[in-house]
Nanobody
Framework: QVQLVESGGGLVQPGGSLRLSCAPS????????LAWYRQAPGKERELVAR????????YYHASVQGRFLISRDVANNMVDLQMNSLKPEDTAVYYC???????????WGQGTQVTVSS
């Protein structure tokens, strides 16, 4: 069973930064898609950022464009989400997601809480 383990969440003041990391139990290149989602209380889960293997530009939700950066840490077999200029509305549980194509196999991490508050 593939596992994805997130780390790096916490409490940060508005304008601050956090770096989330996701460590899959399989090689990161075994996933066609690696992504970060978030879910705020009372809201649906939404796609925050996504990497697709084989090239192409990463996708970012409009609300995080220019503030968040998704990247592969090949040396440590991780996918990271660098979050800068954080806002209270970024408060949510953040989930790592890995998907394989064409099978559609999909795996989720357990989530890590990010709270942006003064």
């Amino acid at each position: 069973q593939v596992q994805l383990v997130e780390s790096g969440g916490g409490l940060v003041q508005p304008g601050g930064s956090l770096r989330l990391s996701c460590a899959p139990s399989d090689n990161i290149f075994s996933f066609n898609i690696l992504a970060w989602y978030r879910q705020a209380p009372g809201k649906e889960r939404e796609l925050v950022a996504r990497l697709i293997s084989g090239g192409g530009s990463p996708y970012y939700h409009a609300s995080v464009q220019g503030r968040f950066l998704i990247s592969r840490d090949v040396a440590n077999n991780m996918v990271d989400l660098q979050m800068n200029s954080l806002k209270p509305e970024d408060t949510a549980v953040y989930y790592c997601n890995g998907r394989r194509l064409p099978s559609g196999e999909e795996y989720w991490g357990q989530g890590t809480q990010v709270t942006v508050s003064s």
